[in-house]
Each structure stands twice: as C-alpha cells, then as structure tokens.
C-alpha cells in the first residue's frame, strides 16, 4: 500500500472511530408492558423499527417544545 492510500484509509478509519463516539446508549427500565405493545404495533403498521419510530416522535417532541420556545432552537 502506498502512503497516500494507507493515509486515506487510516483517515476513514478515524472517520469511522469518531461517529461511533457520538452516539450514545440508553437502557430504558420499567416502560409498561402496554406501552411497550402498543409501540411495538405502531411501528409495525407503519413498517418502521422500533427505534425509528422512538426517534422520530423524540424529533417531532423536540422540535414543538423549541417552537413554543421551552427549548432552545437546536443547531
């Protein structure tokens, strides 16, 4: 391998590396058992992942709450 391309690998290397530093892990204890069926259905009506669905409300929240001005506009 010639330097520039041990460069460019090792460089998405390290592009890789930091876009796992920067998400996180949550461990949610004690959600309802209903709340967790009727989450698991929505999902499944809308063909979507659990966690798409739980990101996209998450978004949607956030974004009204920064709207009524109780947060501060994200960047």
Do not use: C, Y
């Not at 058992?33 to 998450?58: G, I, P």
Request: net charge positive; charged share 30%; hydrophobic share 40%.
């Amino acid at each position: 391998m010639i330097p520039s391309e041990l460069n460019a690998t090792l460089g998405l290397t390290m592009a890789r590396k930091e876009k796992v530093h920067l998400r996180g892990t949550w461990i949610v204890k004690d959600v309802p058992r209903e709340l967790m069926h009727r989450m698991k259905v929505a999902a499944a009506v809308q063909k979507k992942t659990l966690k798409q669905l739980l990101f996209e409300l998450s978004e949607t929240h956030l974004e009204e709450l920064e709207r009524k001005g109780i947060l501060p506009k994200s960047k």
